[in-house]
């Protein structure tokens, strides 16, 4: 269990409007995290997401959630959305991005449409992302400066984390998904080569891979879950579903200074699956 001083300050999440974005800010905000900036483009869901994390802190009256409206795929967006975090908690200590889309098809049956839409949220949109906050974490004091009463010890002290979900499927594929596939293993090397330009600035790059998470976007049907639950699940050691808060966990450790010697990693939260390939 993450203590209520491992993750002081400000965290972000992107797509907390459900899913692993949404068990992820509620992780934050169980780990005693008491500022928190919710983006996504459903506002609907980032409202009920900002409800759950009011009702699981109850009255912890240094609570302070905030929406913003964000679609990952437009520069625009992004910058505003950033730019009103940076206005309206004056810094920035964690950036979780969770926001993702997922179209099946074969490359011969699959439309540039869904090709480009698919690449603008998983690989561009991130990286339209992670560049804002790096972009603030540079300009901002280390945080055991920030934080005082954290005790944080100086060569673990950060200017900030970012942990970027990509997926298994960066590393292996499945049949009728090679633009998602592709798009996971853009995001995993844009996490690589961020963790090792940032590394002096004392601001850590990470990713995580999930399995096959039992999430509405990979769930979206009864069909799509009994596809999985007969397939990529059996080939999962545990064999099942991976929960979005098993997701979650990870990240809340990876952005925290109990991570403080990781950075341009991929860390594989997937049942065993990667490593099953191996046999």
């Known amino acids: 269990m993450t203590s209520k001083t491992d993750v002081p300050g400000v965290a972000l999440i992107s797509g907390s409007g459900s899913g692993i974005g949404r068990a992820t800010a509620l992780a934050f905000a169980q780990a005693g995290c008491t500022r928190l900036a919710l983006l996504d483009l459903n506002e609907a869901g ?3 997401t900002k409800e759950l994390i009011e009702e699981a802190v109850g009255s912890n009256t240094s609570l302070k959630v905030h929406i913003f409206k964000c679609d990952v795929s437009n ?27 997922i179209y099946f098809g074969r490359s011969t049956d699959f439309s540039l449409e869904d090709f480009d839409k698919q690449n603008n949220v998983n690989y ?24 005082p009463e954290a005790q944080i010890p100086p060569t673990r002290a950060q200017r900030g984390s970012i ?34 330009d940032y ?32 397939n990529p699940v059996q080939s999962t050691p545990m064999r099942r579903f991976g929960l979005p808060e098993e997701i979650a966990d990870v990240c809340v450790f990876l952005a925290g200074n109990k991570a ?10 997937d049942g065993g699956f990667i490593a099953g390939m191996a046999y």
């Not at 959305?81 to 979780?96: C, Q």
Request: hydrophobic fraction near 40%; glycine fraction near 8%; proline fraction near 5%.
């Open 46 to 48: 980032l409202s009920t």
């Open 199 to 230: 590394a002096s600035e004392r601001i850590r790059v990470n990713a995580v891979l999930p399995g096959i998470v039992d999430s509405p976007m990979t769930n979206p049907d009864p069909e799509t879950r009994k596809w999985l639950e007969t």
């Open 163 to 196: 942990v970027n979900i990509s997926s298994g499927l960066a590393l292996v594929s499945q049949s009728n998904c090679p633009a998602y596939s592709g798009a996971k293993a853009g995001a995993l090397a844009v996490t690589r080569s961020d963790g090792i």
């Open 75 to 101: 520069p625009d967006s992004v910058t505003r959305a950033y730019t009103g975090v940076k206005e309206t908690f004056s810094r920035l200590d964690y950036a979780v991005h969770c926001a993702g889309v």
């Open 260 to 269: 403080s010697f990781v950075t341009g990693a991929g860390w594989c939260v």
């Open 124 to 147: 561009r949109g991130l990286w339209l992302c992670s560049r804002e906050a790096l972009r603030i974490m540079r300009s901002q004091s280390l945080d055991c400066d920030a934080y």
